[in-house]
């Protein structure tokens, strides 16, 4: 190996060196983070799409609905079950042509898209509905399920906050305020003044946020109502 070819061998040979013994300051560590991983129960449950999707001259329908996979095997067959009934096709097409004539049904569209939301032990699933007989209309709706994880049970409002808490009034006051600060006038024009023990929510962000049909509490012409409740979560549930 002639006299050059020596002095370029050597000069790779250092140059590997000197990148091998690069010093980092002290106190600094160059580490790849891994995506931040969502905490809580409710992240460990797979729920599985099921989809129904065909069309003929008298319907079309394209659903996707969620069907929960590792709950306890006797809760996870009532909830599925329950699903199924709210959101398939033939359930929602009978119901919506009760009382109507022949001729006011056109054809039939139904669609169902679903978000999962998962806030610590809380699992939200969001079912949004569109349907629409041909004629009018469409009605646009949401199917509202709230899942404890660790419980394996379905939640309604009062099992999501603290023990005895009277949170019936607080839930109306904020409603009440945000629908005036809204310019929204509730039915009856002085707010409302009861709240069911099955009133439809589901919690996303840490927070509960009330649902309400068009119509259901206001004029139909408003549309869908929904109303976040700024109570604080713990893990003894939501406080007021």
Known sequence: M???KVIIVSIMILMILMVCFIVIPKGKVEVEQEPEKIQGIANSIIVRDTITKFENSKKSVNVTMPMFQNLESGFESTINT???NDLNDVAVYNK?????EENEIGKFTYEVTYERINSGKYISIVAQQYIHLGNGRPRIQKKCY???AEKNT???LEDVFASKTRYKAAVLKQINEQATNSGI???GGNGL?????TQSFYIKDDKIVIYFEASEIAATAVGELEFTMPFEMTEEGFII
């Open 154 to 156: 379905t939640a309604i």
């Open 185 to 187: 006038e509730l039915v």
């Open 193 to 197: 003044k009861e709240l069911s023990d």
């Open 2 to 4: 002639d006299r050059k």
């Open 146 to 148: 709230v899942i404890n």
């Open 96 to 100: 919506s042509i009760e009382g109507l």
């Open 82 to 84: 329950k699903i199924y």
